[in-house]
């Protein structure tokens, strides 16, 4: 891994260098959309143990339409920009299933053990979807992920909420609502994940499609 600084926002950032094609690749820097270069020929000639390497990166302008991959799109992996949304995070307790549930829909897992590591994550790196898994599961609000679910409005959309939990019943809307999160799957359901990501997935969609509708009509 590599770590770089956005010239924009100073926001660090990291890379897998082993990811990167054998050219020069330009891509938007997940926070503020500044564009940043680096060419992994360069690196490798400077530093043929893949040792940390600064990357240089001049803004130009906010990312075309579209990038980085928001929840939901179909995600290339030919191209970098693709990296920064081919990621699920984990946050509290670690499990294989959870792994396993990620890279099911196509996403790499990331684990923080800590609500505040996550929100540290997420604001850097916006994965596309948030698993939340609590060591304990509590009434709502869920204290100890807090620090996730209170992050801006702006920012939880970049990202699609899931609570797993045991004692929770699957894609109950009214539950999801009071512990503020997309969607909740029982962990007895974890097998299923690919089916009622999606399924939840289609529905968010179309409830934001339906709800930015009547936003633009009350401003017409």
Do not use: W
């Not at 020069?24 to 820097?29: D, H, I």
């Not at 596309?128 to 807090?146: C, D, G, N, R």
């Not at 909740?184 to 339906?210: C, G, M, Q, V, W």
């Amino acid at each position: 891994m590599i770590r770089i600084v956005c010239t924009s926002c100073q926001k660090p950032l990291s890379i897998d260098e082993s990811k990167l094609p054998m050219k020069e690749v330009t891509f938007p820097c997940p926070v503020c959309k500044a564009r940043l270069s680096v060419d992994r020929r360069s690196l490798e000639a400077t530093h043929p143990a893949a040792a940390i390497a600064p990357l240089a990166g001049e803004p130009q302008g906010p990312a075309p339409e579209g990038m980085p991959p928001a929840a939901g799109v179909q995600h290339s992996s030919t191209d970098l920009d693709s990296e920064y949304g081919q990621r699920a995070l984990i946050v509290g307790a670690d499990h294989p299933a959870l792994r396993s549930a990620a890279a099911s829909i196509g996403l790499q897992p990331v684990h923080m053990a800590t609500a505040e590591q996550g929100r540290d994550y997420y604001l850097q790196e916006f994965p596309s979807v948030v698993i939340l898994s609590p060591a304990q599961l509590t009434a709502p609000p869920l204290e100890s992920m807090q620090p996730m679910i209170s992050v801006s409005s702006a920012d939880r959309r970049r990202g699609f909420f899931i609570l797993v939990a045991e004692g929770l019943r699957t894609l109950d809307g009214n539950a999801a609502f009071l512990y503020g999160v997309n969607v909740i799957i029982s962990t007895r359901d974890l097998a299923s994940f690919p089916r009622i990501y999606k399924d939840a997935l289609l529905y968010h969609e179309r409830l934001y499609a339906a709800m930015t509708s009547v936003q633009k009509n009350l401003h017409a």
